[in-house]
Protein backbone atom coordinates (compact mmCIF):
# COMPACT_ATOMS: atom_id res chain seq x y z
CA UNK A 1 0.00 0.00 0.00
CA UNK A 2 1.25 3.30 -0.79
CA UNK A 3 1.33 6.01 1.40
CA UNK A 4 1.32 9.95 0.92
CA UNK A 5 2.18 12.19 3.60
CA UNK A 6 1.96 16.01 3.44
CA UNK A 7 3.26 18.59 5.58
CA UNK A 8 3.49 22.54 5.15
CA UNK A 9 -0.02 24.02 5.47
CA UNK A 10 -0.88 27.02 8.00
CA UNK A 11 -1.98 30.15 8.26
CA UNK A 12 -0.93 33.06 5.81
CA UNK A 13 -1.88 36.70 5.08
CA UNK A 14 -2.71 37.50 1.97
CA UNK A 15 -0.09 38.23 -0.41
CA UNK A 16 1.97 35.99 1.44
CA UNK A 17 4.10 32.09 0.59
CA UNK A 18 3.75 29.02 1.80
CA UNK A 19 5.05 25.64 0.30
CA UNK A 20 3.38 22.40 0.90
CA UNK A 21 5.93 18.87 0.45
CA UNK A 22 4.23 15.51 0.15
CA UNK A 23 6.22 11.88 0.28
CA UNK A 24 5.16 9.04 -1.28
CA UNK A 25 6.02 5.50 0.76
CA UNK A 26 5.41 1.73 0.48
CA UNK A 27 6.65 -1.04 -0.42
CA UNK A 28 7.81 -1.64 -4.38
CA UNK A 29 5.59 0.67 -6.29
CA UNK A 30 5.68 2.68 -9.30
CA UNK A 31 4.67 6.57 -9.94
CA UNK A 32 3.07 8.28 -12.33
CA UNK A 33 1.29 11.43 -12.04
CA UNK A 34 1.82 13.54 -8.81
CA UNK A 35 0.15 17.05 -8.01
CA UNK A 36 -2.23 18.59 -5.64
CA UNK A 37 -6.36 19.54 -5.16
CA UNK A 38 -7.82 21.44 -2.56
CA UNK A 39 -11.40 21.18 -1.17
CA UNK A 40 -13.24 24.45 0.48
CA UNK A 41 -15.79 24.01 2.64
CA UNK A 42 -19.28 23.37 0.66
CA UNK A 43 -17.15 22.95 -2.54
CA UNK A 44 -16.44 19.91 -4.72
CA UNK A 45 -12.40 18.84 -4.67
CA UNK A 46 -10.67 21.01 -7.59
CA UNK A 47 -7.63 20.43 -9.33
CA UNK A 48 -4.71 22.88 -8.00
CA UNK A 49 -1.61 21.57 -10.32
CA UNK A 50 -0.44 18.00 -11.53
CA UNK A 51 3.65 16.93 -12.79
CA UNK A 52 4.16 14.01 -14.80
CA UNK A 53 7.21 12.22 -14.12
CA UNK A 54 8.78 14.00 -17.76
CA UNK A 55 8.38 16.92 -15.32
CA UNK A 56 5.30 18.54 -17.58
CA UNK A 57 2.77 20.36 -15.81
CA UNK A 58 -0.60 21.45 -15.42
CA UNK A 59 -2.51 24.37 -13.49
CA UNK A 60 -5.68 25.49 -12.91
CA UNK A 61 -6.35 28.91 -13.95
CA UNK A 62 -7.03 30.36 -10.87
CA UNK A 63 -3.65 29.87 -9.63
CA UNK A 64 -1.15 30.08 -12.89
CA UNK A 65 1.53 32.58 -12.33
CA UNK A 66 1.73 31.99 -8.43
CA UNK A 67 2.09 28.76 -7.50
CA UNK A 68 4.86 26.03 -8.49
CA UNK A 69 4.72 22.06 -8.53
CA UNK A 70 7.91 20.53 -8.61
CA UNK A 71 9.09 16.79 -7.95
CA UNK A 72 11.73 14.90 -7.17
CA UNK A 73 11.46 11.33 -8.69
CA UNK A 74 14.57 10.06 -6.73
CA UNK A 75 12.49 10.39 -3.50
CA UNK A 76 8.92 10.09 -4.57
CA UNK A 77 8.38 13.68 -3.06
CA UNK A 78 6.28 16.50 -4.57
CA UNK A 79 6.17 20.09 -3.26
CA UNK A 80 3.60 23.20 -3.91
CA UNK A 81 4.96 26.62 -3.62
CA UNK A 82 2.11 28.86 -3.44
CA UNK A 83 2.99 32.97 -3.47
CA UNK A 84 0.77 35.75 -3.27
CA UNK A 85 -1.61 33.81 -1.96
CA UNK A 86 -5.16 34.99 -1.91
CA UNK A 87 -7.80 34.40 0.67
CA UNK A 88 -9.97 32.31 -1.73
CA UNK A 89 -7.10 29.93 -1.48
CA UNK A 90 -8.30 29.09 1.61
CA UNK A 91 -9.00 25.06 1.70
CA UNK A 92 -7.60 22.06 2.88
CA UNK A 93 -4.97 20.61 -0.06
CA UNK A 94 -4.51 17.29 -0.77
CA UNK A 95 -1.24 15.22 -2.25
CA UNK A 96 -2.45 12.84 -5.36
CA UNK A 97 -0.81 10.44 -7.40
CA UNK A 98 -1.46 7.86 -9.34
CA UNK A 99 0.83 4.59 -8.47
CA UNK A 100 1.24 1.39 -9.57
CA UNK A 101 2.13 -1.47 -7.04
CA UNK A 102 4.02 -3.84 -8.22
CA UNK A 103 1.90 -7.31 -9.35
CA UNK A 104 -1.41 -4.37 -8.85
CA UNK A 105 -3.32 -2.37 -11.27
CA UNK A 106 -3.20 1.90 -11.64
CA UNK A 107 -4.76 3.54 -9.31
CA UNK A 108 -5.44 6.97 -7.12
CA UNK A 109 -3.86 8.00 -3.66
CA UNK A 110 -4.42 10.47 -1.64
CA UNK A 111 -2.47 12.32 0.83
CA UNK A 112 -4.99 13.22 4.35
CA UNK A 113 -5.16 16.91 3.50
CA UNK A 114 -3.44 19.86 5.23
CA UNK A 115 -5.32 23.48 5.73
CA UNK A 116 -4.08 26.15 4.31
CA UNK A 117 -5.66 29.52 5.80
CA UNK A 118 -5.00 32.57 4.18
CA UNK A 119 -6.89 36.00 6.15
CA UNK A 120 -5.78 38.63 7.58
Known amino acids: QVQLVESGGGLVQPGGSLRLSCAASGIAFNIYVMGWYRQAPGSQRDLVATIATSGNTNYADSVKGRFTIARDNAKNTVALQMDNLKPEDTAVYYC??????????????WGQGTQVTVSS
Open 96 to 109: YATVRPIGALVSPA
